[in-house]
């Protein structure tokens, strides 16, 4: 009886993991954890990539669409006594729009804007003052072309009150993290009609 309860102390003391099999373990949960935090680090960097690149599309289109509207309604002088409507200045990366919005005589809206190389960015300027400040980030380049009435284009119209059609075109890339690894630019142009000059 003895002998029996002494085999099976020796037994059940014996069942434990061996060292090569805690080893093997610990090796097989690192490779995994290594697996799972590859997938986490690129799926992040995904993530933040499409984020970046969705805020800069939807950047330059929303910046297109406003420009083109200011473009459609320039030189609007309802009652015919804004002396000033039109296009102030014009060239390939600055376009200074006023027109009467509220007919009421005077050109109240007066819009100025340019591309700032250094920071990188569509700048615009509103009724003359306050300094200008970034309609959108992270602009590679910009450039207004211009359709005159005589069916020419140009970067540099000699006269703005010649401009019946100017095309848009922004280029942009995103920047920060992944910027060196994702470099692709994204271009959008739209092409405005302005409606109201040459009447």
């Known amino acids: 009886m003895i002998r029996m309860q002494q085999n099976q102390i ?3 003391s014996q069942g434990g993991f061996t060292l090569i099999e805690l080893l093997v373990a610990a090796a097989l949960l690192g490779i995994v954890l290594a697996a799972v935090t590859g997938i986490f680090i690129s799926t992040n960097e995904l993530h933040t990539v499409q984020n970046k690149v969705v805020q ?3 950047g330059i289109r929303g910046s297109l669409d406003i420009l083109s509207r200011d473009i459609r309604l320039s030189g609007m002088n309802p009652t015919g ?4 409507a039109g296009f102030a200045a014009a060239n390939a990366t600055n376009l200074h ?3 009467d919005f509220s007919e009421n005589g005077t ?7 340019q591309y700032d190389a250094g920071q990188r960015r569509l700048e615009v300027e509103t009724n003359g003052g306050g300094g200008f400040y970034g309609l959108v980030e992270d602009i590679d380049s910009m450039a207004f ?3 005159l009435n005589d069916g020419s284009t140009t970067s540099n119209p000699a006269d703005p009150e010649d401009i019946r059609i100017i095309t ?4 942009g890339q995103i920047s920060g993290a992944y910027a060196n690894t994702f470099d692709e630019t994204y271009c959008f142009n739209n092409t405005a009609y302005c409606r109201n000059m040459g009447l």
């Open 107 to 113: 050109c109240d809206r007066d819009r100025h804007y």
């Open 81 to 84: 006594e804004a002396a000033n």
């Open 168 to 171: 848009v075109s922004i280029c």
């Open 10 to 12: 020796s037994q059940v």
């Open 97 to 99: 729009i006023r027109y």
């Open 145 to 147: 072309t211009y359709t």
């Open 56 to 58: 800069i599309q939807q």
